[in-house]
T-cell receptor
Framework: NAGVMQNPRHLVRRRGQEARLRCSPM?????VYWYRQLPEEGLKFMVY????????ESGMPKERFSAEFPKEGPSILRIQQVVRGDSAAYFC???????????FGSGTRLTVV | AQKITQTQPGMFVQEKEAVTLDCTYD???????LFWYKQPSSGEMIFLIY??????QNATEGRYSLNFQKARKSANLVISASQLGDSAMYFC???????????????????FGQGTILTVHP
């Protein structure tokens, strides 16, 4: 009974490259949330998706960031043209429904050099 | 806007003693939920305990209990009989009320505090 799987665990990108972060929700979970944790800070909501739909992207930066959760496959958080300020831990969480008790993944630590 | 405040950047406790981690919140919504998560050095987020705003009794989960004082808008986490493995970062979070998805069901968008680093000494 695998939990929420995020990969890669660590990702290093040079400024200007693209970063793709993957999140495979728990089996049977069709709701996915992405959060970002900047150094020395708490997690901040980015986006909430259901299968094939973005429900709430109020926490997503207006440019360079996008998210998807296709019918098949993992949810993807994509950051184009990364900058040093994008360096952070990115967490994904999933739930079986619109339920607050969701399960977090172990996060992806993005470092932009 | 909702806000969560954790005023203790770091706390120290002796093994086997109890410790209280403070959390205050600010919201005008009558319906909300409060959470505590543990983040060990390995980085994952571990759910500890939940308290609903309408719950009559304080939540408990094993050695964790939540001291919910609604009038003071505080939701402190109490860890009894501390263990070395309790050393970690602890986050208080609040569920934003009345966030609805397309189906009209509320969903779990959380606002987190800054966290408290707990160190348990042997």
């Amino acid at each position: 009974n695998a939990g929420v799987m995020q990969n890669p665990r660590h990702l290093v990108r040079r400024r200007g490259q693209e970063a793709r972060l993957r999140c495979s929700p728990m089996k049977g979970h069709s709701h996915v949330y992405w959060y970002r944790q900047l150094p020395e800070e708490g997690l901040k909501f980015m986006v909430y998706l259901q299968k094939e739909n973005i429900i709430d992207e109020s926490g997503m930066p207006k440019e360079r960031f996008s998210a998807e959760f296709p019918k098949e496959g993992p949810s993807i958080l994509r950051i184009q043209q990364v900058v040093r300020g994008d360096s952070a831990a990115y967490f994904c969480a999933s739930s079986p429904g619109a339920d607050f008790r969701y399960t977090f993944g172990s996060g992806t630590r993005l470092t932009v050099v | 806007a909702q806000k969560i405040t954790q005023t203790q950047p770091g706390m120290f406790v002796q093994e086997k003693e109890a410790v209280t981690l403070d959390c205050t919140y600010d919201t005008s919504d009558p319906s909300y939920g409060l959470f505590w998560y543990k983040q060990p050095s390995s980085g994952e987020m571990i759910f500890l305990i939940y308290q609903g705003s309408y719950d009559q009794q304080n939540a408990t989960e094993g050695r964790y209990s939540l001291n919910f004082q609604k009038a003071r808008k505080s939701a402190n986490l109490v860890i009894s009989a501390s263990q070395l493995g309790d050393s970690a970062m602890y986050f208080c979070a609040m569920r934003e009320a009345a966030a609805l998805n397309a189906g009209g069901t509320s969903y779990g968008k959380l606002t987190f505090g800054q966290g408290t680093i707990l160190t348990v000494h042997p």
